[in-house]
């Protein structure tokens, strides 16, 4: 199966710190990944899609500027959280994307999760 | 605007109690319908993509349908370990491909 590693699991930081969080897949060759957040009891809000090698298409809402992503290689993705606030404390999932051995192109899969604090 | 809503939203079972969740979409053009579990504090987990109407998908305990307008995810049997949080997300026809998720169906299986 396609694995997607994310890390770290878990970062508490202060306010005003800048945070990195990477998002590998494994197995095959990600074309295309995915940033979403996740609150509480609520289901996964998408924050951006990149392709590699091209910048980050960031969905309404999302300041490009305050979460920054690399899709640096068909395996890694990055995303920062610049200046973190309490409020982006949040549950951060990355997917990836792509051509699988037997399968087809359109399968997603997520990663573990990463859950931040801003204190 | 695509949009995805899933039923119940929260659903206790009995140990071997069979039963259904929903999940009810308007895409304009189905790409793909997307089945997931997720644990608490983790990434969902791929279960099934089903791309046309009339199709089936079985693994293990569970079986996933397709119509025109909804989705089925049939739990047989269902044991503990099956509680999760069951989440559908369409892909419509598009340059995009994302997907659009549903709420999710929070599904509690009592020993």
Known sequence: GAVVSQHPSWVICKSGTSVKIECR????????????????????????TSNEGSKATYEQGVEKDKFLINHASLTLSTLTVTSAHPEDSSFYICSARGRLAGGTYNEQFFGPGTRLTVL | ??????????????????????CSYTVSGLRGLFWYRQDPGKGPE?????????????????????????SFLHITAPKPEDSATYLCAVQAAGSARQLTFGSGTQLTVLP
């Open chain 2, 46 to 70: 791929f279960l099934f993509t089903l791309y046309s109407a009339g199709e089936e998908k079985e693994k293990e305990r569970l079986k996933a349908t397709l119509t025109k307008k909804e």
């Open chain 2, 1 to 22: 605007e695509d949009q995805v809503t899933q039923s119940p939203e929260a659903l206790r079972l009995q140990e071997g109690e069979s039963s259904s969740l929903n």
């Open chain 1, 25 to 48: 897949s494994l197995d095959f060759q990600a074309t295309t990944m995915f940033w979403y957040r996740q609150f509480p009891k609520q289901s996964l809000m998408l924050m951006a």
